[in-house]
């Protein structure tokens, strides 16, 4: 089982350029959500979409968009680079009731 | 903002020690969840406690939760250096695992 699987790992950006981050999930989760980890911050909710068709904000939406298309695929796009979103961007997937399943992360500079 | 802060922000104890981890969150709740994160990997996720629950229990790991003071904390039992890790709680407002809120976690060091 591959679990969650997100791609790149590691993306150096200059500010204004666009970008997305790849998720996918084999386990067939309704649920699937980003999250990026700033140091001292925990975790913060970006996006999240409880099946293909459905998404909306969390706490800190700006500057990302987001669209599920299937239920394996939750990608996260950029759209003008800013060094405010230097990050790790985490996705997660979970059925509605469970836990969440987390990817590996990916690390964002935008310089 | 966020809904959960952990307490201590650091804590280093000996193999073989307890470690508690407490959680304050500002809001109702339906569940929360505990999380573990090694240094550079995603989030594991540990145990979850539903509102209507006291304590729970996961082989060394023991929960509580007291809705009355919103607050919970996390029991690590005769700990290992494999414990080494960050922890973190999370609250979900509603049934549904949807949408949840993290706390700014707490850095446990296990020294063998």
């Known amino acids: 089982n591959a679990g969650v699987t997100q791609t790149p790992k590691f993306q150096v950006l200059k500010t204004g350029q666009s970008m997305t981050l790849q998720c996918a999930q084999d386990?067939?989760?309704?649920?699937m959500s980003w999250y990026r980890q700033d140091p001292g911050m925990g975790l913060r909710l970006i996006h999240y979409?409880?099946?293909?068709?459905?998404?909306d904000q969390g706490e800190v939406p700006n500057g990302y968009n987001v669209s599920r298309s299937t239920t394996e695929d939750f990608p996260l796009r950029l759209l003008s680079a800013a060094p405010s979103q230097t990050s790790v961007y985490f996705c997660?997937?979970?059925?509605?009731?469970?836990?969440?399943?987390f990817g590996e992360g990916s690390r964002l500079t935008v310089l | 903002s966020q809904q959960g802060e952990e307490d201590p922000q650091a804590l280093s104890i000996q193999e073989g020690e307890n470690a508690t981890m407490n959680c304050s969150y500002k809001t109702s709740i339906n569940n929360l969840q505990w999380y573990r994160q090694n240094s550079g990997r995603g989030l594991v996720h540990l145990i979850l406690i539903r509102s209507n629950e006291r304590e729970k229990h996961s082989g060394r790991l023991r929960v509580t939760l007291d809705t009355s003071k919103k607050s919970s904390s996390l029991l690590i039992t005769a700990s290992r250096a494999a414990d080494t890790a960050s922890y973190f709680c999370?609250?979900?407002?509603?049934?549904?695992?949807?949408?949840?809120?993290f706390g700014t976690g707490t850095r446990l060091q296990v020294f063998p």
């Open positions: 999370a609250t979900a407002r509603s049934y549904n695992t949807d949408k949840l809120i």
């Open positions: 997660a997937s979970s059925r509605p009731k469970g836990g969440l399943f």
């Open positions: 386990m067939n989760h309704e649920y």
């Open positions: 979409s409880v099946g293909a068709g459905i998404t």
